[in-house]
Protein backbone atom coordinates (compact mmCIF):
# COMPACT_ATOMS: atom_id res chain seq x y z
CA UNK A 1 0.00 0.00 0.00
CA UNK A 2 2.66 2.55 1.05
CA UNK A 3 4.56 1.24 -2.28
CA UNK A 4 1.43 2.39 -4.75
CA UNK A 5 1.08 5.73 -2.69
CA UNK A 6 4.47 6.58 -3.10
CA UNK A 7 4.18 6.20 -6.77
CA UNK A 8 0.78 8.39 -6.61
CA UNK A 9 2.64 10.66 -5.47
CA UNK A 10 5.72 10.59 -7.43
CA UNK A 11 3.60 10.59 -10.67
CA UNK A 12 1.46 13.81 -9.20
CA UNK A 13 4.91 15.52 -8.20
CA UNK A 14 6.17 14.90 -11.52
CA UNK A 15 3.35 16.07 -13.54
CA UNK A 16 3.43 19.06 -11.66
CA UNK A 17 6.97 19.60 -12.62
CA UNK A 18 6.46 19.04 -16.53
CA UNK A 19 3.83 21.53 -15.96
CA UNK A 20 5.81 24.09 -14.41
CA UNK A 21 8.29 24.06 -16.99
CA UNK A 22 6.37 24.07 -20.19
CA UNK A 23 4.47 26.90 -18.44
CA UNK A 24 8.36 28.72 -17.81
CA UNK A 25 8.94 27.90 -21.66
CA UNK A 26 6.29 29.26 -22.42
CA UNK A 27 6.35 32.45 -20.92
CA UNK A 28 9.78 33.11 -20.80
CA UNK A 29 10.11 35.92 -23.14
CA UNK A 30 6.58 37.68 -22.16
CA UNK A 31 7.44 41.39 -21.06
CA UNK A 32 8.44 42.10 -18.13
CA UNK A 33 7.64 45.83 -18.23
CA UNK A 34 4.29 47.13 -19.20
CA UNK A 35 4.85 50.72 -20.74
CA UNK A 36 1.79 53.20 -20.63
CA UNK A 37 1.25 56.07 -22.96
CA UNK A 38 2.22 59.34 -21.79
CA UNK A 39 2.14 60.91 -24.92
CA UNK A 40 -1.35 60.33 -26.14
CA UNK A 41 -2.13 60.74 -30.15
CA UNK A 42 -4.60 63.04 -31.40
CA UNK A 43 -7.97 61.11 -31.32
CA UNK A 44 -8.36 61.16 -35.11
CA UNK A 45 -4.69 59.90 -35.62
CA UNK A 46 -5.45 56.74 -33.71
CA UNK A 47 -7.14 53.50 -36.03
CA UNK A 48 -8.82 51.28 -33.62
CA UNK A 49 -9.10 47.73 -34.48
CA UNK A 50 -10.95 45.23 -32.66
CA UNK A 51 -9.32 41.77 -31.93
CA UNK A 52 -12.38 39.01 -31.14
CA UNK A 53 -13.22 35.59 -31.48
CA UNK A 54 -11.95 32.41 -29.56
CA UNK A 55 -8.26 30.85 -28.80
CA UNK A 56 -6.67 31.78 -32.55
CA UNK A 57 -7.57 35.19 -32.22
CA UNK A 58 -6.23 35.49 -28.25
CA UNK A 59 -3.33 33.46 -29.26
CA UNK A 60 -1.22 30.32 -28.25
CA UNK A 61 1.63 30.91 -30.35
CA UNK A 62 5.56 30.96 -28.85
CA UNK A 63 6.68 34.89 -28.30
CA UNK A 64 10.54 35.29 -28.73
CA UNK A 65 12.23 38.65 -27.49
CA UNK A 66 11.38 40.43 -30.91
CA UNK A 67 7.51 40.26 -30.22
CA UNK A 68 8.04 42.49 -27.00
CA UNK A 69 9.65 45.38 -28.63
CA UNK A 70 7.21 48.20 -28.65
CA UNK A 71 6.88 50.44 -31.49
CA UNK A 72 5.79 54.04 -30.78
CA UNK A 73 2.66 53.78 -33.56
CA UNK A 74 1.24 50.23 -32.20
CA UNK A 75 -1.01 50.75 -29.15
CA UNK A 76 -3.05 48.11 -26.85
CA UNK A 77 -4.95 48.07 -23.64
CA UNK A 78 -3.71 46.49 -20.16
CA UNK A 79 -5.76 44.43 -18.00
CA UNK A 80 -7.61 47.43 -16.26
CA UNK A 81 -7.97 49.61 -19.55
CA UNK A 82 -5.22 51.82 -19.35
CA UNK A 83 -3.86 52.79 -22.61
CA UNK A 84 0.08 50.78 -23.19
CA UNK A 85 2.30 49.99 -26.08
CA UNK A 86 1.61 46.94 -27.88
CA UNK A 87 3.67 43.92 -26.91
CA UNK A 88 2.80 40.43 -27.24
CA UNK A 89 0.84 38.60 -26.26
CA UNK A 90 -2.03 41.69 -26.30
CA UNK A 91 -4.48 38.84 -24.89
CA UNK A 92 -4.70 38.53 -20.76
CA UNK A 93 -8.24 36.83 -20.12
CA UNK A 94 -6.32 33.27 -20.28
CA UNK A 95 -3.22 33.85 -18.25
CA UNK A 96 -2.51 30.21 -17.74
CA UNK A 97 -2.95 29.62 -22.00
CA UNK A 98 -2.29 33.06 -23.91
CA UNK A 99 0.49 33.38 -25.75
CA UNK A 100 1.36 34.81 -29.48
CA UNK A 101 -1.44 36.50 -31.20
CA UNK A 102 -1.58 38.07 -34.88
CA UNK A 103 -1.93 41.58 -32.97
CA UNK A 104 1.55 43.30 -33.52
CA UNK A 105 1.92 41.43 -37.21
CA UNK A 106 -1.37 43.34 -38.10
CA UNK A 107 -0.01 47.01 -37.29
CA UNK A 108 3.07 46.00 -37.96
CA UNK A 109 2.27 45.31 -41.99
CA UNK A 110 -0.45 48.09 -41.72
CA UNK A 111 1.80 50.57 -41.02
CA UNK A 112 3.83 50.35 -44.08
CA UNK A 113 1.09 51.86 -46.01
CA UNK A 114 -1.34 54.25 -44.10
CA UNK A 115 0.31 57.78 -43.30
CA UNK A 116 3.28 58.66 -41.30
CA UNK A 117 1.01 60.58 -38.16
CA UNK A 118 -1.28 57.43 -37.61
CA UNK A 119 -1.19 55.02 -35.17
CA UNK A 120 -3.35 51.65 -34.10
CA UNK A 121 -4.54 50.81 -31.47
CA UNK A 122 -5.37 47.30 -31.43
CA UNK A 123 -8.14 45.97 -28.34
CA UNK A 124 -8.12 42.65 -27.81
CA UNK A 125 -11.68 40.88 -26.67
CA UNK A 126 -10.99 37.45 -27.59
CA UNK A 127 -11.73 34.10 -25.34
CA UNK A 128 -10.12 31.12 -25.90
CA UNK A 129 -13.20 28.31 -26.25
CA UNK A 130 -15.79 30.82 -26.47
CA UNK A 131 -18.71 29.64 -28.77
CA UNK A 132 -20.85 32.01 -31.13
CA UNK A 133 -24.24 30.89 -29.10
CA UNK A 134 -22.12 32.30 -26.00
CA UNK A 135 -21.11 35.93 -27.56
CA UNK A 136 -24.71 36.59 -28.79
CA UNK A 137 -26.10 35.87 -25.19
CA UNK A 138 -23.88 37.65 -23.22
CA UNK A 139 -22.36 34.34 -21.45
CA UNK A 140 -20.00 34.34 -19.01
CA UNK A 141 -16.81 31.93 -20.04
CA UNK A 142 -13.17 31.97 -18.30
CA UNK A 143 -14.77 34.80 -16.14
CA UNK A 144 -14.76 36.93 -18.83
CA UNK A 145 -18.60 38.10 -19.58
CA UNK A 146 -18.12 38.06 -23.58
CA UNK A 147 -19.97 40.75 -25.10
CA UNK A 148 -20.15 42.90 -22.27
CA UNK A 149 -16.38 42.96 -21.87
CA UNK A 150 -15.99 43.77 -25.91
CA UNK A 151 -18.78 46.87 -25.46
CA UNK A 152 -16.45 47.73 -22.46
CA UNK A 153 -13.01 47.53 -24.29
CA UNK A 154 -14.67 49.11 -27.47
CA UNK A 155 -15.90 52.20 -25.67
CA UNK A 156 -12.54 52.81 -23.79
CA UNK A 157 -10.89 52.47 -27.87
CA UNK A 158 -13.49 55.19 -28.99
CA UNK A 159 -11.99 57.37 -25.73
CA UNK A 160 -9.07 57.56 -27.96
CA UNK A 161 -9.36 56.90 -31.58
CA UNK A 162 -11.78 55.88 -34.44
CA UNK A 163 -12.94 52.39 -34.75
CA UNK A 164 -11.86 51.21 -38.21
CA UNK A 165 -12.58 47.14 -38.39
CA UNK A 166 -13.01 44.08 -36.72
CA UNK A 167 -10.63 41.20 -36.92
CA UNK A 168 -12.30 38.27 -35.93
CA UNK A 169 -11.49 34.41 -35.60
CA UNK A 170 -13.51 31.77 -34.31
CA UNK A 171 -15.64 28.60 -35.19
CA UNK A 172 -13.63 25.74 -33.71
CA UNK A 173 -16.09 25.61 -30.77
CA UNK A 174 -19.03 25.23 -33.29
CA UNK A 175 -17.54 22.85 -35.87
CA UNK A 176 -20.17 19.90 -34.83
CA UNK A 177 -23.09 18.86 -37.08
CA UNK A 178 -25.69 20.32 -34.33
CA UNK A 179 -23.93 23.76 -34.79
CA UNK A 180 -22.90 24.28 -38.32
CA UNK A 181 -26.17 25.29 -40.01
CA UNK A 182 -26.70 27.69 -37.65
CA UNK A 183 -23.74 29.59 -37.80
CA UNK A 184 -23.98 31.90 -41.21
CA UNK A 185 -26.86 33.12 -39.56
CA UNK A 186 -25.46 33.91 -36.14
CA UNK A 187 -22.87 35.67 -37.46
CA UNK A 188 -25.18 37.81 -38.95
CA UNK A 189 -26.65 38.75 -35.70
CA UNK A 190 -23.27 38.75 -33.63
CA UNK A 191 -22.30 41.02 -36.10
CA UNK A 192 -25.11 43.32 -36.53
CA UNK A 193 -24.62 43.34 -32.47
CA UNK A 194 -21.23 44.82 -32.92
CA UNK A 195 -21.97 47.59 -35.77
CA UNK A 196 -24.99 48.79 -33.99
CA UNK A 197 -22.90 49.14 -30.68
CA UNK A 198 -20.18 50.60 -32.34
CA UNK A 199 -22.10 52.97 -34.16
CA UNK A 200 -21.05 51.97 -38.16
CA UNK A 201 -23.20 50.26 -40.03
CA UNK A 202 -20.78 49.55 -42.65
CA UNK A 203 -18.22 48.89 -40.46
CA UNK A 204 -15.58 46.04 -42.28
CA UNK A 205 -15.04 42.80 -40.53
CA UNK A 206 -12.24 40.57 -41.52
CA UNK A 207 -12.57 37.02 -41.12
CA UNK A 208 -9.97 33.96 -40.19
CA UNK A 209 -10.93 30.36 -41.50
CA UNK A 210 -10.42 27.84 -39.47
CA UNK A 211 -6.67 25.69 -40.27
CA UNK A 212 -7.02 22.68 -42.18
CA UNK A 213 -5.14 20.48 -39.53
CA UNK A 214 -7.94 19.38 -37.22
CA UNK A 215 -8.68 15.77 -36.14
CA UNK A 216 -12.32 17.28 -37.31
CA UNK A 217 -11.24 18.78 -40.12
CA UNK A 218 -14.52 17.73 -42.60
CA UNK A 219 -16.30 20.00 -39.75
CA UNK A 220 -13.65 22.83 -39.62
CA UNK A 221 -14.04 22.97 -43.38
CA UNK A 222 -17.85 22.95 -43.16
CA UNK A 223 -17.77 25.71 -40.78
CA UNK A 224 -15.29 27.70 -43.47
CA UNK A 225 -17.63 27.34 -45.92
CA UNK A 226 -20.33 29.46 -43.51
CA UNK A 227 -17.85 31.64 -43.46
CA UNK A 228 -17.38 31.83 -46.96
CA UNK A 229 -20.96 31.95 -47.66
CA UNK A 230 -21.65 34.94 -44.89
CA UNK A 231 -18.67 37.20 -46.67
CA UNK A 232 -20.39 36.38 -49.84
CA UNK A 233 -23.93 38.52 -48.28
CA UNK A 234 -22.14 41.27 -46.28
CA UNK A 235 -19.76 43.44 -48.57
CA UNK A 236 -18.25 45.19 -45.82
CA UNK A 237 -16.75 41.80 -45.07
CA UNK A 238 -13.83 39.79 -46.43
CA UNK A 239 -11.84 36.70 -45.43
CA UNK A 240 -8.34 35.34 -45.28
CA UNK A 241 -7.35 31.79 -45.89
CA UNK A 242 -5.30 29.45 -43.65
CA UNK A 243 -5.04 26.44 -45.20
CA UNK A 244 -1.33 26.07 -45.21
CA UNK A 245 -0.88 27.07 -41.77
CA UNK A 246 0.67 24.68 -39.20
CA UNK A 247 -0.01 24.14 -35.49
CA UNK A 248 1.59 24.33 -32.62
CA UNK A 249 1.59 20.51 -32.27
CA UNK A 250 -2.32 20.49 -30.79
CA UNK A 251 -3.94 20.02 -33.93
CA UNK A 252 -5.94 22.99 -32.86
CA UNK A 253 -3.74 26.62 -32.45
CA UNK A 254 -1.70 28.06 -35.32
CA UNK A 255 1.72 27.80 -34.34
CA UNK A 256 3.85 31.88 -34.30
CA UNK A 257 4.82 31.54 -37.72
CA UNK A 258 0.79 31.22 -38.87
CA UNK A 259 -0.01 33.79 -36.11
CA UNK A 260 2.32 36.49 -37.65
CA UNK A 261 1.57 35.19 -41.67
CA UNK A 262 -2.66 35.94 -40.08
CA UNK A 263 -1.75 39.55 -38.84
CA UNK A 264 -0.39 40.25 -42.09
CA UNK A 265 -3.03 38.20 -43.63
CA UNK A 266 -5.50 40.96 -41.93
CA UNK A 267 -3.76 43.71 -42.94
CA UNK A 268 -3.76 43.11 -46.59
CA UNK A 269 -7.34 42.14 -46.53
CA UNK A 270 -8.25 45.37 -44.70
CA UNK A 271 -6.04 47.69 -47.26
CA UNK A 272 -7.07 45.52 -50.41
CA UNK A 273 -10.83 45.95 -49.46
CA UNK A 274 -11.01 48.78 -47.40
CA UNK A 275 -8.28 51.33 -47.48
CA UNK A 276 -8.75 54.60 -49.44
Not at 92 to 100: A, D, K, M, S
Not at 220 to 231: A, G, S
Amino acid sequence: MKKILYLISFFVISQTLKAQETDLERTQYFPKVIEKVTNIPSKNKVWVFIMAGQSNMAGRGQVVPSDTIPNKRILSLNKQGELIYAKEPLHFYEPTRTGLDCGVSFANRLLKQIPDDVSILLIPTAVGGSAISQWLGDSTYRDVKLLSNFKEKVAIGQKYGVVKGILWHQGESDASEKRIPFHTQNLSKLFGTFRNFIGIKNLPIILGELGSYSKTNDNWQKINQELRVYVSKDRYSTIVQTQDFKHKGDNVHFDSAGQRALGERFALAYLLKFYK
